[in-house]
Nanobody, 124 residues
Framework: QVQVMESGGGLVQPGGSLRLSCVAS?????????MRWYRRAPGRAPEEERE???????????TIANSLKGRFTVARDNAETTVSLQMNSLKPEDTAVYYC?????????????WGQGTPVTVSE
């Protein structure tokens, strides 16, 4: 089992920056193959897919959604199971609940664990 917790959301003005953190814990953290960030904009139904934002795998390789490159970066912090999402030049359309997702590979089975999300509001 893995527990995932996000933090760092809040209200920021357009053009500002925000840094989100995600910490994974639990008995299966050694099996984490990747950690990902997703977001869901306000007004979207819970059953709608979340928008993928960024990923970092166990080797530290990162990928960012094309539309966010140049503004968002993902990195691993000092601990292997702590990742951050640095968001710069924020726009109102970046307003969303941001979710962290941990993917584990164990005995050829993939499992995904989600956090509760942290809200980000970009507004004057």
């Amino acid at each position: 089992q893995v527990q995932v917790m996000e933090s760092g959301g809040g209200l920021v003005q357009p053009g500002g920056s925000l840094r989100l953190s995600c910490v994974a814990s639990g008995s299966d953290i050694a099996s984490i193959a990747a950690m990902r960030w997703y977001r869901r904009a306000p007004g979207r139904a819970p059953e709608e897919e979340r928008e993928w934002v960024a990923s970092i795998d166990s080797r530290g390789r990162t990928t960012i959604a094309n539309s966010l490159k140049g503004r968002f970066t993902v990195a691993r912090d000092n601990a292997e199971t702590t990742v951050s999402l640095q968001m710069n030049s924020l726009k109102p359309e970046d307003t969303a609940v941001y979710y962290c997702n941990a993917v584990t590979w164990k005995s050829s089975n993939e499992k995904q664990y989600w956090g509760q999300g942290t809200p980000v509001t970009v507004s004057e």
